[in-house]
């Protein structure tokens, strides 16, 4: 069993930069994979970044460049930081850690980018 719960969402400027962290408790070793997806107004929930099976980094390819996800040597903490954002950027940005018995997830933070 994991808990997800995200933090660090807000409003911000286009150009500007936010740091989202996930932070998890539980059996977070039971964890193989690792991510942020996120679900702007109208559209599927989708693919941001993840931490996959032996440690590879993949993102999507509108916030290559831009956006890192990087996590603790614990599997406690999962961050996404977010460089140049822009408006299309905005959604709610959820974390994900997959198990076993299949995904978890947490709660969201909206992150806002306007002018």
Do not use: H
């Amino acid at each position: 069993q994991v808990q997800l719960v995200e933090s660090g969402g807000g409003l911000v400027r286009p150009g500007g930069s936010l740091r989202l962290s996930c932070a998890a408790s539980g059996n977070v070793f039971s964890a193989n994979a690792m991510g942020w997806y996120r679900q702007a107004p109208g559209k599927e929930r989708e693919l941001v970044a993840a931490i996959v099976g032996g440690g590879i980094l993949r993102y999507a390819d509108s916030v290559k460049g831009r956006f890192t996800i990087s996590r603790n040597k614990n599997y406690s903490m999962v961050s996404l930081q977010m460089n140049n954002l822009k408006p299309e950027d905005t959604a709610v940005y959820y974390c994900r850690f997959n198990t076993p018995w299949g995904p978890t997830w947490g709660q969201g933070t909206q992150v806002t980018v306007s002018s």
